[in-house]
């Protein structure tokens, strides 16, 4: 599929500041589409600029400035094939729960400490329902929040917490994708964050907004995407940003500025087209 984006982003400031510096996640990953043309224009042009590629695999772009400015306007447009991932098939996965090795290789993607046994407790009831198979309880797992949990679309915060998500029962894309990946790790399996866009704007606004879903390690088939929000599998409808074991890691603008007393207001305008 052909999918073209343009994402730009207006911070407006009540008096001049002075921008600190500035990551920028918007550049698309490789891994799942073929990259036709990318740009990402920075107003006031920045003093510096560096890109580089984090340790997961993530295009960035840093930029620092010189003097003040009341604004900062960041505009991303960029062309990809994305391409459809091979239909999921079992090569013979274990039974869950899956355990670790002391020097996994994918343990930034794992559990780093103790799990909530609220998030634990619904997991393994799902995995029994699933007779403790892997892709029958990824598929169950992506069913049963896209039918159980009420969506909604927050544009600032972090993401919240998974099992205050699964006792309220709602939560924009990013609580749905860090539930799925709570359940996931706590049965063993490495799970990570992507953010990025969807083609379809099934959204309550019926606007158009960056998206996020999990994706698993499946050990034979790779890191494969699912999107609980949507209650879908990912296919080529989807074009990731970033991919990481956390969501803060994701941010497409991180930075801040400097003024006394000065405050700061964020628009954004996301649009897609796809052939």
């Known amino acids: 599929m052909r999918f073209s984006v343009h994402h730009e982003t207006r911070y407006r400031y009540s008096m001049p500041v002075r921008l600190a510096s500035q990551l920028l996640r918007l550049n698309p990953r490789a891994d799942g589409a073929r990259i036709l043309t990318c740009s990402v224009t920075v107003d006031p042009a920045p003093a510096q600029r560096h890109e580089q590629t984090d340790r997961f695999g993530n295009r960035i772009t840093q930029v620092s400035f010189e003097g003040l400015s009341d604004h900062l306007r960041i505009e991303s447009r960029f062309d990809v094939d994305t391409r459809t991932a091979a239909p999921l098939r079992d090569p013979g996965l274990p039974r869950l729960p899956w ?56 544009v600032e915060g972090a993401a919240q917490a998974p099992a205050h998500t699964l006792a309220i029962g709602r939560g924009a894309c990013r609580d749905v994708t860090v539930l799925f990946m709570a359940a996931c790790r706590s049965l063993g399996i490495a799970a990570r964050f992507v953010s990025g866009y969807h083609a379809k704007a099934d959204t309550p606004d019926g606007q158009r907004h960056m998206h996020a879903w999990p994706e698993v390690f499946l050990p034979g088939l790779g890191w494969r995407g699912f999107d609980p929000t949507h209650g879908i599998a990912v296919t080529d409808g989807h074009v990731a940003l970033c991919a990481v074991p956390d969501q803060a890691a994701t941010m497409p603008v991180e930075g801040g500025f400097y003024g006394n007393g000065a405050t700061a207001t964020l628009d954004y305008r996301v649009q897609i087209a796809t052939r």
């Open 99 to 154: 355990s670790s090795s002391p020097h996994d290789v994918l343990a930034d993607y794992r559990p780093d400490g103790e799990q909530d046994i609220v998030v634990q407790a619904f997991a393994a009831a799902l995995a029994s329902e699933s007779l403790w198979a892997a892709l029958p309880f990824l598929d169950r797992l992506s069913q049963t929040l896209f039918t159980r949990l009420e969506r909604g679309i927050r």
